[in-house]
């Protein structure tokens, strides 16, 4: 693939621990986004596999999905039910 086989562990604990902070709401804005850089390599690995996840070697149409996700989180911002709610930006104040 062109990656270092090293780097496969930073990679999970990204995954999981970023999963992890998604699913209890801690600062998922800034997660979300922070994610889309290692779920696209992970798209890009998946690319000559073909669309469907169930292909031989996994599809890159889930690593698609979860990036459109995440800056779909990023853009709209933290649920009400959010554990820690990102600060918000407001323009001129």
């Keep these: 693939m062109g990656f270092s086989?090293?780097?496969?562990?930073p990679v999970f604990?990204?995954?999981?621990?970023?999963?992890i902070?998604?699913?209890?709401g801690?600062?998922?804005r800034q997660v979300a986004l922070a994610l889309v850089p290692v779920v696209a390599a992970a798209a890009s690995v998946h690319l000559p596999n073909g669309?469907?996840?169930t292909s031989p070697g996994g599809g890159w149409e889930y690593p698609l999905f979860l990036i459109v996700a995440s800056v779909s989180?990023?853009?709209t911002g933290d649920g009400a039910l959010a554990a820690r709610r990102s600060p918000r930006f407001v323009p001129g104040a």
């Design 13 to 19: 604990a990204a995954e999981l621990l970023g999963g």
């Design 73 to 75: 989180l990023w853009l």
């Design 26 to 28: 801690l600062y998922a």
């Design 51 to 53: 669309w469907a996840h």
């Design 5 to 9: 086989g090293f780097l496969a562990y």
């Design 21 to 24: 902070a998604l699913v209890l």
